[in-house]
């Protein structure tokens, strides 16, 4: 079931995607070379708390951490921890999800350590730009699928593998919602997009293979099956009548 959300959510969900976009923004100055992952959880839960908000990562279906670091290889759902050390040319993707008065913004953006190669630039440079090619499709009169099947379009002759194992997702009171958004082409038609809908685009785009490997031990994290490494960008959006609202950036 999709929830179309009312005037009070929307409202909400703004700040709650506002507050979304504040974190990230805070912790952005803290990537650099030498800092350990667990170290950016613990800035991310402080702020939170000081704001009197919670992390709805934190104990989401026993996931330990408050925020989501994936470095380099880990597509997605990194698990913070002292050993993951930040090295000049690595990069390593964000994902925060703050519950601000019972409601859920989330985004994630991947941030570039120091200096690193051209061809990891360009990677992380086009799924930004993947992201928004598909956020662009968003309007009533569309159909989730349009979103999946431009970006398909644009990242899948440049050579990349487009995750198809996980997705995007509606999201409101609840972590993980109806609509699922696929970012790869899809065979056939899905859901209507309506005003009120709330959901995410987050395409996740490896430089080798779509393919993706769940670690078996913690349960969580996700590496591309080939080694080669991964990025995202994540925001929320709002579907209004004249087309779309990003919720997660700081007004």
Known sequence: MIFIKNKSEIEKMRKAGNFAAKLLNYL?????????TLELNDLAEAFTKKHGHRSAPLGYRG?????????NNVVCHGIPKKEDVLKDGDIINLDVSPIVDGYIGDTSRTFIVG???KEIEKLVSDTEKA??????QVKPGKRVDDIGNAIDDFLTPLGYGIVRDLMGHGVG???HEEPQVPH???PKKLAKIESGMIFTVEPMVNLGTWEVNFDRQDKWTVR??????SAQFEHTVLVTDQGYEILTQES
């Open 173 to 175: 009171r609840n972590f």
């Open 131 to 136: 992201m928004w090619v598909g956020i662009e």
């Open 224 to 229: 591309t099956k080939d080694g080669k490494w």
């Open 184 to 186: 790869f082409r899809s």
């Open 28 to 36: 952005g100055p803290f990537v650099k070379s030498g800092v350990n």
């Open 63 to 71: 996931f330990p951490k408050s925020i989501c670091t994936s470095i």
């Open 115 to 117: 200096t690193t190669t």
